[in-house]
């Protein structure tokens, strides 16, 4: 997980910002749940100062999206994917939630296109991307109704036939995160959910939580990868990326 992306919280079916914020999964749907839009400091400060924790192998993507083609990343940050795609000549775009983040991606790659998109619908036309990218936007989701949404605006953007690579922390069994679940499972009627030290709320899933969440918005799972990444605050956690692919009407 990182903090590129900014833990605002979407409200239900209303607007949801380009978060990322995260909450479980597990028993089922999750109690709605809203974000202070003054947490947003905390995240802006953190994903500055902060190395991306969820590493991206373009490899993965040149299997099943030639160079020349328009990808997204949603929940870009500072832009390095966005940067390293360009340089693999892909057309690469970035989206993300918090302005100081696309700001100083912006300064980093002058002339990559960065948009600040602090609420959803994002502003692009329906199927204008080849593939797009979601690395760890939903942990920072706490609620299920943010989550479809995030998934429900990929699945448009996203042509049919067109891809989604999707890196995320699932629930994790060592014993510090099960007493932080268990600490935190009444305050938020589900396990997985649980604050960090800033006080941010994140979401770990189980891995069929979003499996699930794909097939419902029409992408289908051609690949799945499992390895170890550092979160934010320095901590080792395992993540599952997932590459799916747009379903075709």
């Known amino acids: 997980m990182h903090g590129r992306f900014s833990a605002v919280l979407a409200r239900a079916a209303m607007h949801v910002p380009c978060i990322r914020a995260s909450a479980p999964p597990c028993a089922g749907t999750v109690r709605a749940m809203t974000m202070p839009r003054e947490r947003l400091g905390s995240w802006e400060t953190a994903g500055t100062a902060t190395t991306d924790s969820h590493p991206f192998d373009p490899a993965a993507l040149r299997a099943h999206v030639p160079p020349g083609a328009r990808v997204l990343d949603h929940g870009c940050g500072r832009g390095g994917r966005v940067a390293a795609l ?3 000549g892909y057309a690469a775009e970035g989206a993300d939630g918090s302005r100081e983040l696309v700001e100083a991606g912006r300064r980093a790659h002058p002339g990559l296109p960065l948009t600040h998109c602090p609420e959803l619908p994002l502003p692009f036309e329906d199927g204008r991307y080849a593939a797009a990218l979601l690395f760890g936007v939903l942990s920072r989701v706490p609620d299920d109704a943010g989550q479809r949404a995030v998934l429900g605006e990929l699945a448009r953007v996203v042509r049919p036939g067109g891809l989604l690579h999707l890196s995320d922390a699932p629930l994790q069994t060592d014993p510090r995160a099960r007493a932080r679940y268990a600490a935190y499972e009444d305050e938020f009627g ?22 699930r969440l794909l097939r419902m918005h029409g992408f289908a799972v051609a690949e799945e990868r499992t390895d170890a990444v550092g979160t934010l605050h320095g901590h080792p956690v395992r993540r599952v990326q997932l590459i799916a692919r747009r379903e075709t009407a």
Do not use: K
């Open 86 to 88: 360009a340089a693999l």
């Open 190 to 211: 589900a396990y997985g959910v649980f604050r960090t030290e800033d006080g941010t709320v994140v979401r770990h899933h189980e891995p069929e939580h979003l499996r």
